[in-house]
């Protein structure tokens, strides 16, 4: 589950439906006072059917947001990313803009950062329960390139819940 605000009071929640197995997202209003208003809108991704395991939601560019998440079964399924649009009111595209599935064989506890300009990261528990840190671009109207820029394996052992933040202006940890 992660939650990203949108927009004066708009909210999105990147959920997985643990009930049909999919990626769904959903827009709501929060106002000042902690009142959570009725879904604006909702969106069911036709590419994570029977996925969308543990997504993050980041935002790319004006309209359009990026979800990483992870396939099934979720012991061995890949890892992919989708982009959308969800508008100032909390309007979600009717479908996918592009999607990219970063890593065939095994991704597990993944997280999502955006680095600079089109350039975004994700470090995840890969094959064998080792940590891979990537980066690929995503243009700024949604399509993701479909090669990763550049990987490390760095835990050629154990990685257990990786993450990544920025520390200052090109420095991760």
């Known amino acids: 589950l992660r939650l990203i605000h949108i927009s004066d009071t708009i909210y999105a929640i990147a959920y997985w439906g643990n009930n049909d197995n ?10 000042d006072s902690g009142n959570i ?4 809108d909702s969106f069911l991704s036709a590419d994570a059917a029977g996925s969308g395991f543990m997504p993050k939601i980041l935002h790319v560019s004006g309209d359009v947001y990026a979800v990483s998440y992870q ?12 982009t959308i649009t969800i508008d100032s009111a909390g309007n ?3 479908t996918e803009i592009d999607t990219f599935q970063f890593e065939p064989v095994e ?3 993944a997280d999502f950062i955006h ?11 890969g094959v064998d329960g080792d940590g891979f840190l990537i980066t690929f671009t995503i243009a700024n109207d949604g399509t993701i390139a479909n090669a990763v820029t550049d990987s490390e394996e760095f835990a050629p052992a154990f ?5 990544i933040i920025s520390v200052v202006e090109n420095i991760f940890a």
């Open 22 to 31: 999919n990626l769904k997202i959903v827009t709501v209003d929060i106002d």
């Open 37 to 40: 208003g009725a879904v604006i």
């Open 71 to 82: 396939s099934l079964p979720p012991a061995t399924g890949g890892g992919s990313i989708l």
């Open 92 to 94: 979600i595209g009717a």
């Open 107 to 109: 991704m597990q506890e």
């Open 115 to 125: 680095i600079s300009g089109t350039m975004f990261a994700i470090v995840y528990t």
């Open 159 to 163: 990685c257990d819940s990786p993450e």
